[in-house]
């Protein structure tokens, strides 16, 4: 298992921007891929964006191409997600997740997007 632990969420106004960040540790995080999820209210967990394990390979989803990005730093056993022109209905807690979660699932970090 991978331990993670996720920071950098907050308040923010729609159109805004913020950068979450994903700290790792308990296994050789270089050997695995890592992702973000997301759980609105209401609703159930959602994928976001996943990145291989040297960082060549990234998928999203549709709703966030183009403005989301995710990225790593296998050196800091860190990995991130930069999102630019949030809108409200993306309120939710963020997830970090390992192997898809097989691996591990951080706490969450909540994002609050206001109109």
């Known amino acids: 298992q991978v331990q993670l632990v996720e920071s950098g969420g907050g308040l923010v106004q729609a159109g805004g921007s913020l950068r979450l960040s994903c700290a790792a540790s308990g296994r050789t995080f270089s050997s695995t891929t890592m992702g973000w999820f997301r759980r609105a209210p209401g609703t159930e967990r959602e994928f976001v964006a996943t990145?291989?394990?040297?960082?060549?390979?990234?998928n999203y989803a549709d709703t966030v191409k183009g403005r989301f990005t995710i990225s790593r730093n296998n050196a800091k056993n860190t990995v991130y997600l930069q999102m630019n022109s949030l809108k409200p209905a993306e309120t939710a807690v963020y997830y970090c997740?390992?192997?898809?979660?097989?691996?591990?699932w951080g706490q969450g970090t909540q994002v609050t997007v206001s109109s």
């Open positions: 990145i291989s394990r040297a960082g060549w390979n990234k």
């Open positions: 997740a390992a192997d898809y979660g097989n691996s591990g």
